[in-house]
């Protein structure tokens, strides 16, 4: 089962996109109205803020469309694959830090989700070796989400 859930996250990894704004009064409004008229559904956000813009970190329900509304929209951004990650509550936090550290991935940043059908969390992580980290959250029986299993 574990070779396979690695080939699912493989093919199918969670899409963070990294939306660069400018840090000016009413853009990230106009960036979450423009992703909410267009029925995509923002499952986690952060926002990084620097003196001339801000970073807008975002995993989105349907990056595909996302990913058009942003270049038809002049929002600058790119993309990476990032791990989401299936907890209980904040307790399992602690897990999760200590397989990713037992598996010495360092982790670049986290941020948790919005909302998670069914009452449940997640948390994204970005980490230098998602493979690794992903085997490493599996053995120690956390859930890695792919994209389709946050997609609504």
Do not use: W
């Not at 986690?44 to 995993?59: F, M, N």
């Amino acid at each position: 089962m574990a070779s396979s859930r690695s080939t699912t996250l493989a093919v199918d990894p969670v899409k963070q996109f990294s939306v660069f704004v400018q840090n000016r009064v009413g853009r990230l409004f106009d960036l979450t109205a423009l992703l909410k008229d267009n029925n995509v559904h923002i499952m986690a956000i952060t926002v990084l803020d620097t003196t001339d813009s801000a970073i807008v970190r975002l995993v989105v329900d349907d990056p595909d469309k996302a990913r058009e509304l942003m270049v038809n929209n002049d929002f600058p951004y790119t993309e990476c694959d990032v791990l989401a990650i299936e907890i209980g509550d904040e307790s399992d936090l602690k897990g999760v830090l200590a397989a990713l550290f037992e598996a010495e991935i360092n982790i670049h940043y986290i941020y948790s989700f919005i909302k998670r059908p069914e009452g449940k969390y997640a948390l994204a992580i970005n980490a230098e070796d998602t493979d690794v980290a992903a085997q490493a959250l599996g053995t120690h029986g956390f859930k890695v989400l792919t994209q389709r299993d946050i997609s609504r």
